[in-house]
Structures are given as structure tokens and as C-alpha cells.
């Protein structure tokens, strides 16, 4: 039945159901499909070896990678103020007035959604403020 009042304000957003996009189809014996899905949704799941996260606990930014033989990664990752290495998790952390030049020291470490917004957020405040100083 066709909705006359339905426009995009009340229409539920599609979500995915995999991480990794565009996904396709394939073909494969039915006896295993089951295994297939299972491990491919483990694939899916699992975090990118290089990526950047936002603890929120400790306010801090983590840059996390495997470790880097020639060092140029370590020597990047030093080059930033206020940098703690946690050798527990392998990962440099940062303050998190320190996000904007953590993720341009870093363009190959993939971004996760609070870093995202965090990044947003610090871009709107710049604007409005730009703004303000304008009108002033």
C-alpha cells in the first residue's frame, strides 16, 4: 500500500549489514555456504591494522599500527608534542588537543567514526567562530 504522507523526514535509513563496502555476489556449493558467511564475517569485523581511535576514558587520541622495522613510522609518531607510547597495546597515544595534527601525521591510518565527529565538531567551532570574528 502506498504511504501519501510519506516523505524523506519519516523514512527509516537503510543500514548495512557489512563494514566493508560495495559487497557482491557469488556462487558456491551449498554444503559451504554456512563457513563462507562465517568467516567472511569474521573478516569483516576485524579492526584495519592502521588505524587512529578516540579513548574516551583517558581524552586521548590512539594511533595504532604494527610496529615499523626502518622506524620512520616511530620517528613520525615522535615528531608530535605530548606523545606516550603504551607498550601493553603497542599504540602511541596523544591529547586530544593534538587530533588535527595526529590525523594529518597520519593519512594512511584509517579513521574511526568518533574521530570523525571529533574532527567535525573542531571544524564547525572554527567556522562559528571565524564567523563571529567577522561580525565583530
Not at 14 to 25: A, E, F, Q
Not at 32 to 58: C, G, M, N, S, T
Request: net charge positive; with cysteine; charged share 30%.
Amino acid at each position: 500500500m502506498v504511504n501519501k504522507r510519506g516523505n524523506a523526514r519519516n523514512l527509516i535509513p537503510y543500514l548495512p549489514k557489512w563494514r566493508h563496502l560495495p559487497t557482491k555476489s557469488i556462487r558456491v556449493p551449498e554444503i559451504f555456504v554456512q563457513q563462507v558467511l562465517e568467516y567472511a564475517r569474521q573478516l569483516d569485523a576485524q579492526k584495519p591494522d592502521k588505524r587512529i581511535e578516540i579513548r574516551q576514558d583517558f581524552n586521548a587520541v590512539v594511533v595504532i599500527s604494527p610496529c615499523d622495522p626502518r622506524g620512520t613510522f616511530q620517528i613520525k609518531a615522535r615528531s608530535i608534542q605530548g606523545w606516550r607510547f603504551h607498550r601493553e597495546s603497542q599504540s602511541w597515544w596523544y591529547p586530544m588537543e593534538k587530533i588535527e595534527e595526529v590525523v594529518a601525521a597520519f593519512p594512511e591510518c584509517v579513521l574511526d567514526e568518533n574521530v570523525k565527529d571529533a574532527i567535525a565538531m573542531i571544524q564547525a567551532k572554527k567556522a562559528l567562530r571565524w564567523q563571529l570574528e567577522d561580525l565583530n
